[in-house]
């Protein structure tokens, strides 16, 4: 039997490689640590939400958000645009 829980405001300490998958790690000492598997198609979607800057630092070009325009929308309504 399946059990689906919703998820909201929790804390990522951390994001890790696991074969195929992405572990996450949340949670904090006082309500204990969990450990949660995303697949990496899930997280390609998340990720297509976000505007990202490039930057080229010696041979690599490294990507960060891009806050000056990001705002936080819920998931959960419907496109504006």
Same mark, same amino acid.
């Given at each position: 039997m399946k059990t689906i829980t919703k998820l909201s405001g929790m804390e990522i300490n951390s994001v890790t490689p696991h074969y195929e998958h992405i572990i996450i790690?949340? #949670?904090?000492? &006082?309500? #204990? =640590? &969990?450990?949660? @598997?995303i697949t990496s198609a899930q997280l390609v979607i998340i990720l297509s939400e @976000? %505007? @990202? &800057?490039a930057e080229t630092k010696r041979t690599r070009t490294w990507l960060s958000l891009d806050i000056d325009d990001y705002?936080?929308?819920? =998931? %959960?309504e419907p496109r504006t645009y």
């Open positions: 790690n949340t #949670g904090n000492a &006082k309500d #204990g =640590f &969990k450990n949660y @598997f @976000f %505007d @990202f &800057k705002r936080v929308e819920r =998931f %959960d």
